[in-house]
């Protein structure tokens, strides 16, 4: 037999609880609960959703305006792309129209971005509009 060393007299006063139990008890099955109350025959209302539903907003804009803004800032940009791509040079006239355009019309879109305040029926609501 071996000499014990510094570890084995350390160990040997451990109670490691190292027994595993034969079988594990399986848990009671949780019952849903009644959706009638015993006191009332009406059924339970279900309860209120947490999110507020919203209707989405149609894809086409219904003003003439925002959709004209959108096309000219897609579209300067664009023509300046396709120009450098086709290797044409444009005139400096033309650049600067490109770029007022651009600018005039994300000016545009800024200025008419709904409000959201007192007027609205859900003005206090600090929840994410998609």
Known sequence: MTERDDFDKIVEGLDLGLEFPDEVPEPAPIEPP????SDEAQPLEPEEPFYRRVEPTPLRPRRRGVAVAWTALAGAPLLLVVATMVGE????PMLFGAVLTFVAAAIYLVAHLPEHGPSRPDWPDDGAVL
């Open 34 to 37: 009644p959706l009638l109350r």
């Open 89 to 92: 040079i444009l005139p400096r």
